[in-house]
Nanobody, 128 residues
């Protein structure tokens, strides 16, 4: 059974940076796509970024392009989200996600209810 453990959240001032990490175990293979979603209070869970473990192709939400970068370390089964120039509107719980047999671009348009594997979530709070 695939397990995801996401870490790295915290409190940061606007304009600051954070790095989130997601460690995968239990059967993640190259045909998986891993990504990050976020959910702010009272809002729907939304896509942030995704990366294919097979070819490294990525997708990023328009709201984070140029500020956030997703990367992978296949040897360690780890995916990271590097977040720069953080804004108060980035405040949310960030969830690592994984889905097999898809692409990073497709995951960006996939309803979260159709993604089978999730981390427990990590809080990111950006103060103004």
């Amino acid at each position: 059974q695939v397990q995801l453990v996401d870490t790295g959240g915290g409190l940061v001032q606007a304009g600051g940076s954070l790095r989130l990490s997601c460690a995968a175990s239990g059967g993640i293979f190259g045909y998986f796509v891993m990504g990050w979603f976020r959910q702010a209070p009272g809002k729907e869970r939304e896509f942030v970024a995704a990366i294919s473990l097979s070819d490294g192709s990525t997708a990023h939400a328009d709201s984070v392009k140029g500020r956030f970068t997703i990367s992978r370390d296949n040897a360690r089964n780890t995916v990271s989200l590097h977040m720069n120039s953080l804004k108060p509107e980035d405040t949310a719980v960030y969830y690592c996600a994984a889905k097999p047999f898809t692409t990073a671009q497709t995951m960006s348009n996939t309803a979260h209810s159709r993604i089978p594997f999730w981390g427990q979530g990590t809080q990111v709070t950006v103060s103004s």
